[in-house]
């Protein structure tokens, strides 16, 4: 079983999009993800909330959370969204940086066209792994 850890700074828009894509569309026995960031928000964006509902999947219940060494410990990837130098650093793991805009603020048509790349990213990440 794989694992594989989406961060960002806030952990409450892109990085939880990415986790929910990843669980909902991969082979539970080959992997699963978990979203974290290094400074976690209060709570996932509502714009963020609105557009994943619209394709099926409900956050409401998602709560940001640290990144920690816990956490970190069994994964196998580590793929940040584009946070620059906020970006965590976790040694040992592989790496990827998708380099996305944060949905903070943004209308629901910008928030849906990043959900839209979040989607692409995350289905091209498992066939290239074949965890689908």
């Not at 929910?20 to 209060?42: E, I, K, L």
């Not at 714009?47 to 816990?70: N, W, Y």
């Not at 380099?99 to 990440?125: Q, Y």
Request: glycine residues 6%; contains cysteine.
């Amino acid at each position: 079983m794989k694992k594989v850890i989406f961060a960002c700074v806030h952990n409450a828009g892109r990085s939880q999009m990415a986790a929910a894509f990843f669980n909902a569309m991969a082979d539970p026995t080959r992997a699963h993800a978990v979203s974290a960031g290094t400074q976690p928000g209060a709570r996932v964006h509502p714009e963020v909330q609105a557009v994943m509902a619209e394709v099926g999947i409900d956050l409401s219940e998602a709560r940001p959370r640290l990144l920690t060494v816990e956490l970190a410990r069994d994964a196998q990837w580590l793929i940040t969204m584009g946070c620059g130098d906020a970006c965590p650093f976790v040694p040992g793991l592989k790496r990827d940086d998708w380099p996305l805009e944060d949905p903070k603020g943004k209308s629901l048509e910008r928030v849906r066209e990043i959900r839209d790349d979040v989607r692409a990213r995350v289905l091209d990440l498992l066939s290239r792994e074949e965890w689908r």
